[in-house]
């Protein structure tokens, strides 16, 4: 399978406890999004890549959340000091980035409950 | 800043009948927007797009109409089929292809 894949599916953690969450782009795609999902929502942006840099950070990405893509490939989304409201879908998704108004691939998602 | 909205949070029909989810949105930097579906435990899929040059796009059952004028898009699914429920996300493109969505319609279709 050839889509973007996210690691792990689901993850179950105590409040104050670190996560990270590892995504893998479609190999050809440049650019590398993460977005959030709590019940009732639609997805909200979260943070993006071009290659290895990251380009723009939504405010919702505190302090306490970092977001890396090394090598420009795959990419972790690292939350620390987990709080009961970070449990939520966390979705990567990718695209060619050839133009602004390109479709997103998405993976199927991290989902992630603080206990 | 950008905003879309759907408003009505579920909708439910026949099969074979045509479902009809709106979307609204203020400010457009682009006027290109998707549609997402999304089933339980899947991240959201691709199903059809418009760009502001266009106020018709059709793919199969599913078009997506676009009203500039009203700030106004919908999608139309005809005829509609079981295989068909989902949740339904209408996103606007902005700068760097990153996606605004609305909360999303859940649609259920009805054997």
Not at chain 1, 27 to 47: A, D, K, V
Not at chain 2, 59 to 76: E, I, M, P, Q, Y
Request: hydrophobic residues 30%; aromatic residues 12%; charged residues 20%.
């Amino acid at each position: 399978d050839t889509g973007v894949s996210q690691d792990p599916r689901h993850k179950i953690t105590k409040r104050g406890q670190n996560v990270t969450f590892r995504c893998d782009p479609i190999s050809e795609h440049n650019r590398l999004y993460w977005y959030r999902q709590t019940l009732g929502q639609g997805p909200e942006f979260l943070t993006y890549f071009q290659n290895e840099a990251q380009l723009e950070k939504s405010r919702l990405l505190s302090d306490r959340f970092s977001a890396e893509r090394p090598k420009g490939s795959f990419s972790t989304l690292e939350i620390q000091r987990t709080e009961q409201g970070d449990s939520a879908m966390y979705l990567c998704a990718s695209s060619t980035g050839t133009l602004n108004t390109g479709e997103l691939f998405f993976g199927e998602g991290s989902r992630l409950t603080v206990l | 800043d950008q905003q879309v909205k759907q408003n009505s949070p579920s909708l439910s029909v026949q099969e074979g009948r045509i479902s009809i989810l709106n979307c609204d949105y203020t400010n457009s930097m682009f006027d290109y927007f998707l549609w997402y579906k999304k089933y339980p435990a899947e991240g959201p899929t691709f199903l059809i797009s418009i760009s502001s040059i266009k106020d018709k796009n059709e793919d199969g059952r599913f078009t997506v109409f676009l009203n500039k004028s009203a700030k106004h898009l919908s999608l139309h699914i005809v005829p509609s089929q079981p295989g068909d429920s989902a949740v339904y996300f209408c996103a606007e493109a902005g700068a760097n292809s990153k996606l605004t969505f609305g909360k999303g319609i859940t649609l259920s279709v009805r054997p």
